[in-house]
């Protein structure tokens, strides 16, 4: 934690955002399945990236005990002005980091009953019979661990080439592989060695103690460090050079870096978010990613108009809505059960955005995709939209290949794609692809979707005949 106090304890952020905010910040983006910790950390636009990540992750560990300690001293209860998340980053400081640092409202609220909270744990260390607070946490490897997931390692093709990239991890030592045959090459994965992904064609793969967030690759926008699965989106999207696209929850911005590649720049994409700080923090980062065909809007989704003249050309809409980030949960020590009433709103909304999605009416192509491994936010969803829908939008299979299939109560249910770190070596994840329906009964499923040779025209983006047929996963 050391490295920790050059942030400062309270300055360090640019917009003036101390550490023990950005910290709160990181923590309520884990708990909407905003992103990976790692992803959060580096998209803020907090200057020290590593105190802060030192920071969220000791807290993280210490989840439970502090939710106990404040649970029992009734700080929020307390304190109502006091926001939850920042409460827990103070607390964890405050009683078992190094001693609470810099200025700021919520410190004076926390240590207006710092007694109440050190008498709360010294209560839970006589309950639980231990001296140390470490011995607080619950014993490593009781319950079954799962894999680490790799460091993947997206190659942003707007600013580089995969050969070119291969080229200067060789020259810094590290050891080329080729494309990774099974899974087993890739769990045992380790020093400086790294696969191509049998999957994604600019996806590498390395150990995942790796770390690049320092590297001048990574700085200089020619990597993007994303996980495997959230790479799935824009492939299965794969809209055509030219075409007009709707990122319809778009921050921080790394599926629509994604697509922008994958359009070569060509074409439009319209990137909503209704969250002005994340939307700010995705314009550096699309800059440094040499994207330049997008649209950025600070607007809830659900308040466009499909009839709007201006998306009267949209065929492809990415729909990644804020989840519960359970997907996440397999890697950090956040709680991985939610309350019903919390999961059913979290449905209902992301019903609610699928539908409207469904109404832009040129709509050809939808993906639909959460971190989150609950059914109700996943095929629960589709199912429930395309019931109302199924005249006009299909399933359709995504990635063959790809063995981790969806599962519910519908016979298309495998047709959508989980991702999870004992199965695919990712974070928990779900995708389903939704096709404008043009065909009869016996062709009710598909696969997805076009190979990459058809993806050239520039202008305008018809849905070529025969290209259904075409599965992306034939790899
Ligand atoms: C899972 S994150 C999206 C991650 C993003 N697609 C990426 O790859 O970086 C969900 C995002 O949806 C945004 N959001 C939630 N409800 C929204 C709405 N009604 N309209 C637009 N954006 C919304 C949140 O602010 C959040 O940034």
Redesign the pocket.
């Known amino acids: 934690m050391a490295e920790r106090r050059r942030g400062g304890g309270g300055g360090g952020g640019r917009g003036g955002l101390g550490l023990y905010e950005a910290a709160a910040s990181v923590l309520a983006g884990l708990e909407k ?3 990976s910790l790692k992803n959060l950390v580096y998209g803020s636009s907090f200057q020290s990236p590593r105190p802060l990540y030192a920071l969220v992750s000791e807290t993280l560990r210490y989840s439970d005990v502090l939710d106990s300690i404040l649970g029992a001293a009734g700080l929020l209860r307390m304190e109502k002005k006091l926001q939850p998340h920042l409460a827990k980053v103070l607390a964890y400081d405050l009683l078992l980091g190094k001693g609470l640092r810099g200025g700021g409202r919520g410190k004076v609220l926390v240590l207006k009953h710092r007694a109440r909270l050190q008498a709360e744990l010294a209560r839970l260390k006589v309950q639980k019979k231990v001296s140390r607070n470490e011995d607080l946490l619950p014993p490593a490897g009781g319950a079954e661990q799962a894999p680490q997931v790799p460091r993947y390692v997206r190659v942003n093709t707007l600013k580089t080439h995969l050969d070119d990239v291969v080229d200067y991890f060789k020259r810094q030592q590290y050891v080329y592989q080729g494309k990774a045959g099974s899974m087993e090459e890739v769990s045992s994965l380790s020093g400086k060695k790294f696969y191509l992904d049998p999957h994604l064609p600019e996806l590498l793969i390395f150990p995942p103690q790796m770390d690049f967030h320092d590297n001048q690759l990574y700085v200089a926008g020619h990597i993007i460090l994303q996980d495997k699965a ?1 790479c799935l989106p824009a492939f299965l999207l794969n809209p055509l050079l030219g075409s007009h696209v709707i990122d ?8 629509t870096s994604h697509l922008a590649a994958v359009m070569k720049n060509k074409g439009r994409i319209f990137a ?4 002005a700080k ?1 939307l700010a923090t995705m314009s550096t980062m699309l800059m440094r990613a040499g994207a330049t065909c997008y649209q950025l809007a600070h607007q ?3 308040t466009t108009d499909p009839a709007d003249p201006k998306y009267s050309q949209v065929r492809y809409i990415l729909l ?4 519960s980030g359970s997907g996440m949960a397999s890697q950090l020590p956040v709680e991985n059960t939610l309350l019903p009433e919390r999961l059913q709103a979290l449905a209902g909304f992301q019903k609610k ?1 699928l539908a409207h999605a469904l109404s832009f009416p040129a709509l050809q192509r939808l993906v639909y995709s959460t ?1 989150s491994v609950y059914q109700e936010e996943n095929e629960d969803v589709v199912w429930d939209v395309l019931q109302q829908r199924e005249k006009e939008f299909r399933l359709v299979q995504a990635l063959p290949s790809w063995s981790h299939r969806g599962s519910g109560t519908f016979a298309e249910a495998k047709f959508c794609l989980r991702a999870s770190p004992k199965e695919t070596l990712t974070n928990g994840f779900f995708v389903a692809v939704l096709e404008r329906w043009h065909g009869g009964a016996s062709e009710k499923s598909s696969t997805a979707v076009l190979p990459k040779a058809e993806n050239t025209a520039e202008d305008s983006c018809p849905v070529p005949k025969g290209r259904m047929k075409q599965a992306r996963g034939a790899l």
């Not at 990644?320 to 989840?323: L, R, V």
């Open positions: 399945g905003e992103g959230s319809a929850c778009a921050a921080p911005g790394n599926k909503l978010d209704r969250d994340r809830d989704f659900l990644d809505p804020s989840c955005m971190c």
